[in-house]
């Protein structure tokens, strides 16, 4: 009897430390499953914050893609237009430079008025070419026609204000109706564009020679001859 009592007391005492130990494994348990629970959820935070940055992120680099296109897209148009607008042009020069090279030789031949005809034929092609106007200019001067060279002169100017021989021819022209005072003021205008244009130095020598001014005119003869 003794025995069988020391026999329950162990069995009670083993059945009571499993009872202890299940208990502590299913506190570890819990625990367990908490910490990896409360784990996952910060990693599925951590992971849904990442998800958005990168959502953002795409969102920000198809916006700045899409701007980049938009933007070779425009340079593209532009330099089609540019190559355009270059092959015209040159078609323009390449047309106008036969009639200029034809008024040149009249001119050189001594034949004005077949020279005229010429730059006229170069105008009706491309009426944007300055030299046009600087070289009908010139001829319409030797033929005594200074009141129409200066009325078309005055005209171009306003088309080409950039074009310094345009500005010397009126003011050859206005020194040969003998307005001077206009006539350096363009040949000045001239100078203003480019302080090296030879033509208008000599221009304002030759008007100051006119006007009796020699030491003024031998400084910008001069002057014109060092360029």
Known sequence: LHQILVNDQTIGA???NIIAWSGFVLTALVF???AGAWFAGNRFRDIEKIKKELEIQLS???EQISKEIQVISEIKAALTQSKLR???ERNQALKVIFPLMEGQWYYYQGDAN???KAYEKAYEINP???QIYSRLSKLLMEKGNIHEAISLLKEVVQKF???LWLYSRLGQAYRRAGEFEKSEQAYRKALAIDGTMWHALYGLGRLAMVQRQFSEAEEFMQEGIDI
Do not use: C, R, V, Y
């Open 32 to 34: 367990l499953i908490g």
């Open 14 to 16: 083993t059945a009571n």
């Open 114 to 116: 077949l020279a005229i």
């Open 86 to 88: 270059f092959e015209e």
């Open 161 to 163: 204000p950039d074009d």
């Open 60 to 62: 920000e680099s198809k």
């Open 128 to 130: 944007n070419e300055g």
